[in-house]
């Protein structure tokens, strides 16, 4: 089967506003077929997101703790409800072409994200897992892996271009950080966990970036090429 190239890049810090700036300039691209679809691999300083589904209530830090504690907020166009970004975290934005719109399948494109993810979780001996009524990746009864995601209609062709995606909690600890100055998606009932707490054993993101790849690339038959970030 002919793989698709796929541009990689990973960057070790980038604020959430430049990232989200790259990722619309990449998706108008791509609907002009001026680009080639594009994984992007990150860590963003300490950040919240709050999705479509707009509950304020789930940010239980006022706006000042916020400016002592560094945390950006951003009120962002993917699904889902609020979520953390920070360092020992790896988020992934893939940029890329879904087909015409009768072929689009927004749950099968999410199952397949999840899929990456617990791949890699089964090759460190990690049983991930799903939970029907929500989306993203789990260890028993705590999130390691959140998922929020947007389908831009092309402008210049059939079909949509993906952007947003996944935060996969890497470093022990994270879920002592931001994750405490938030009802993390909305869930109260559960709580979060990294791949470091679920193993007991120490990774770089870099590191874990490198190894989802070869993941992405069988779930979704592209052929990596990485990039040097500018």
């Known amino acids: ?42 860590q963003h300083p300490p950040t919240y997101t709050i999705g479509s589904q707009r509950h304020p209530e789930h940010l239980l830090l006022t706006p000042e703790q ?35 719109q009768e072929a689009l399948n927004l749950h099968g494109y999410l199952r ?23 989306t993203g990746v789990w260890v028993g009864n705590l999130k390691i892996a959140a998922i929020g995601v947007k389908f831009n209609k092309c402008k210049h062709r059939r079909g949509f271009v993906t ?24 869930i109260q009932e559960y709580g979060v966990t990294s791949l470091e707490d679920c193993t007991q054993q120490t990774f770089s993101v870099e590191q874990i970036a490198k190894e989802i790849v070869p993941h992405f690339e069988q779930q979704f038959s592209f052929a990596a090429e990485w990039q040097a970030h500018p």
């Open 163 to 186: 952007s947003h995606g996944f935060a996969f909690n890497i470093k022990s600890g994270i879920q002592h950080e931001g994750f405490k100055g938030i009802v993390p998606c909305g």
């Open 112 to 134: 397949s994200l999840e899929e990456v993810i617990i791949r890699l979780l089964a090759a460190h001996g990690i049983e991930g897992n799903r939970k029907p009524e929500y």
């Open 1 to 42: 089967m002919d793989r698709r190239p796929l541009e990689v890049t990973y960057i070790d810090r980038m604020e959430y506003a430049h990232a989200w700036d790259v990722q619309k300039e990449i998706v108008g691209k791509l609907d002009a077929g001026e680009a080639r679809e594009t994984l992007m691999l990150l």
């Open 66 to 100: 916020l400016e002592a504690q560094g945390i950006s907020v951003f009120q962002i166009d993917r699904g889902g409800d609020i979520t953390y970004h920070g360092p020992g975290q790896l988020v992934g934005y893939p940029l890329l072409m879904l087909g015409n």
